[in-house]
């Protein structure tokens, strides 16, 4: 062997050796566990390739490459690839951190699932404490208890103050959401009961262990109620930070400009959840004052409710309930400010829908895709109600009775299709009455333009949502979960991002055509 050979083979060692630190780092930092109970790990990146094993439930991974939908993983003595799909990605730490919420109504959950209970919700610009992320949730602290919002509708940036989160403020107020719920002597279901509560009940809450809050009776008494079967509120969440002469920004690097025009000097750059006082709005930008400088900020960056501004006011009808009403309100081209939109996801609770070729159960991804349309929507101005928030039943005659309550613009009931032939793929739109031909043809055109699958075009469909429906409303299947590929394609959350944004155009272009 002569020296040159020697030398650079001493040259592949060397930097091999002083490599190696640095791919297991990385391998580290890209560890996933396995959430199913047994999954399949195989040759290459695809359900084609010969299976060389397989992992079980909570086995951690490292993940060293990835493919489409496919993680390569280390396995043994060799490496394997394994369905992303069917992994969670470990959760990371945060410092200091804190989300400001960019949507009204956004779910705070029990568990990083949109299958698990609602515990509350927030409303745009409002902040709490970050303490970690897993996969696609954000772990916050919600009224002095943990719960989990989808990272798809905030921003997080640095702490803007400090305070203690540890209990929940003595203002808060715990409402119960079911017809009756135990009173116990403590945080536990084996505790003796003290009393009951009943629908629409609301106490002060005085601490809060787990998932228990400690509340204040009305005889003065204290007991202990499970938060899953009720809401948090607190006084502070409902008002109206316009009241205050103040705005608060959503966006990190949001521009403060020197005119109300997007191509005006921007002065400076503020991160989301710094607030100034407003000195006026003009057309669609707010004047506030920074030191002694005027300075211009978009409304659609910022978080500013009014009483001038609110879509919906409550009334009472003749059965003395509650029920909201629309106010008139100028509405601007690209905008979607004084409608009210229903969304339906399909399915729900022990109606799983269509179940996939590879599992994928379709009141799952229905879920998930209305939730990502919604916060698009209210982004636009729009005032939207879902049929569901979780993993529930709900009857489709309450769905339809849901868009005639609130007297929907629109009603868009979303599904993914299924089929005894695997072969079949593609998206349709599917519309009943002649009303609701132009809603679904605006849509399905804004759909196409976003996402590749075969185009099959708008048809009649005879749904009872649609049927029912004396709104203008449509059904969409999204794809077929029968066609694995297809299957494999629509359950990403690319997908879903780009056929939201293609119905969301869709209806955009929609009401701006009403204007005209």
């Known amino acids: 062997m002569n020296a040159k050979i020697i030398h650079k083979?001493?040259?592949?060692?060397?930097?091999?050796?002083?490599?190696?630190?640095?791919?297991?780092?990385?391998?580290?930092?890209?560890?996933?566990?396995v959430n199913v109970t047994s999954l399949k790990v195989r040759s290459g990146p695809g359900i084609?390739?010969?299976?060389i094993g397989?992992?079980?439930?909570?086995?951690?991974?490292?993940?060293?490459?990835?493919?489409?939908?496919?993680?390569?993983?280390?396995?043994?003595?060799?490496?394997?690839?394994?369905?992303?799909?069917?992994?969670?990605?470990?959760?990371?730490?945060?410092?200091?951190?804190?989300?400001?919420?960019?949507?009204?109504?956004?779910?705070?959950?029990?568990?990083?699932?949109?299958?698990?209970?609602?515990?509350?919700?927030?409303?745009?610009?409002?902040?709490?404490?970050?303490?970690r992320s897993q996969a696609d949730w954000i772990e916050i602290d919600f009224q002095g208890r943990k719960g989990w919002i989808n990272q798809s509708?905030?921003?997080?940036?640095?702490?803007?103050?400090?305070?203690?989160?540890?209990?929940?403020?003595?203002?808060?107020?715990?409402?119960?959401?079911?017809?009756?719920?135990?009173?116990?002597?403590?945080?536990?279901?084996?505790?003796?009961?003290?009393?009951?509560?009943?629908?629409?009940?609301?106490?002060?809450?005085?601490?809060?262990?787990?998932?228990?809050?400690?509340?204040?009776?009305?005889?003065?008494?204290?007991?202990?109620?499970?938060?899953?079967?009720?809401?948090?509120?607190?006084?502070?969440?409902?008002?109206?930070v316009e009241k205050n002469g103040t705005i608060?920004?959503?966006?990190?690097?949001?521009?403060?400009?020197s005119e109300s025009t997007t191509n005006s000097e921007v002065i400076t750059r503020a991160d989301a959840g710094t607030t100034f006082p407003v000195a006026e709005k003009v057309n669609d930008w707010y004047k506030v004052k920074i030191n002694d400088q005027t300075a211009y900020v978009a409304s659609w960056l910022v978080s500013a409710s009014s009483t001038t501004s609110n879509i919906i006011e409550t009334f009472k009808d003749n059965n003395n309930k509650e029920?909201?009403?629309?106010?008139?309100?100028?509405?601007?081209?690209?905008?979607?400010?004084?409608?009210?939109i229903v969304i339906d996801a399909g399915h729900g609770g022990n109606d799983r829908g269509t179940t996939g070729a590879l599992g994928t159960d379709?009141?799952?991804?229905?879920?998930?895709?209305?939730?990502?349309?919604?916060?698009?929507?209210?982004?636009?101005?729009?005032?939207?109600?879902?049929?569901?928030?979780?993993?529930?039943?709900?009857?489709?005659?309450?769905?339809?009775?849901?868009?005639?309550?609130?007297?929907?613009?629109?009603?868009?009931?979303?599904?993914?299709?299924a089929i005894d032939n695997s072969s079949v793929r593609g998206f349709t739109t599917y519309y009943m009455h002649s009303y609701q031909k132009e809603l679904a043809k605006y849509v399905h055109n804004g759909l196409s333009k976003m996402i590749s699958l075969k185009n099959r075009g708008t048809q009649p469909g005879d749904y009872l949502v649609l049927r029912e429906n004396r709104?203008?409303?449509?059904?969409?299947?999204?794809?077929?979960?029968?066609?694995?590929?297809?299957?494999?394609?629509?359950?990403?959350?690319?997908y879903r991002e780009q056929a939201t944004h293609g119905i969301y155009n869709g209806i955009i272009n929609y009401f701006d055509a009403q204007l005209d």
Do not use: C
């Open 323 to 340: 029920t909201e009403k629309k106010k008139d309100i100028t509405r601007k081209k690209g905008t979607l400010k004084g409608l009210t």
């Open 48 to 51: 084609t390739y010969d299976t």
């Open 9 to 33: 083979m001493t040259i592949i060692f060397l930097s091999a050796f002083l490599l190696m630190p640095y791919l297991q780092a990385d391998a580290q930092e890209n560890e996933v566990s």
């Open 153 to 240: 509708y905030i921003t997080i940036t640095e702490q803007t103050k400090n305070k203690d989160t540890s209990l929940p403020s003595s203002e808060n107020i715990f409402e119960v959401s079911v017809n009756a719920l135990n009173v116990r002597s403590k945080a536990d279901l084996t505790s003796k009961k003290i009393g009951k509560a009943y629908k629409g009940d609301k106490f002060p809450v005085i601490d809060s262990v787990h998932n228990w809050v400690k509340v204040e009776l009305e005889n003065g008494d204290e007991g202990w109620l499970y938060s899953f079967y009720g809401t948090l509120s607190s006084p502070e969440t409902t008002k109206s």
């Open 362 to 417: 379709e009141k799952d991804i229905t879920l998930l895709t209305s939730e990502l349309l919604s916060s698009k929507l209210q982004a636009a101005g729009a005032n939207v109600i879902l049929t569901r928030q979780s993993d529930e039943y709900v009857e489709l005659r309450k769905r339809v009775s849901i868009g005639h309550q609130v007297d929907a613009d629109a009603f868009i009931s979303l599904h993914y299709d």
């Open 471 to 494: 709104q203008k409303a449509i059904l969409i299947e999204l794809g077929y979960l029968s066609n694995p590929s297809e299957e494999r394609n629509v359950t990403t959350q690319n």
């Open 248 to 257: 608060t920004i959503l966006y990190n690097g949001t521009n403060l400009r």
């Open 54 to 131: 397989a992992v079980t439930k909570n086995d951690k991974l490292n993940v060293i490459g990835k493919e489409n939908d496919w993680l390569q993983i280390n396995f043994g003595s060799t490496t394997g690839w394994v369905a992303s799909w069917y992994t969670t990605k470990e959760s990371l730490e945060f410092t200091n951190k804190q989300i400001i919420s960019k949507v009204n109504r956004l779910n705070v959950r029990t568990e990083p699932t949109t299958s698990s209970a609602v515990i509350g919700q927030l409303q745009e610009g409002d902040s709490a404490n970050a303490y």
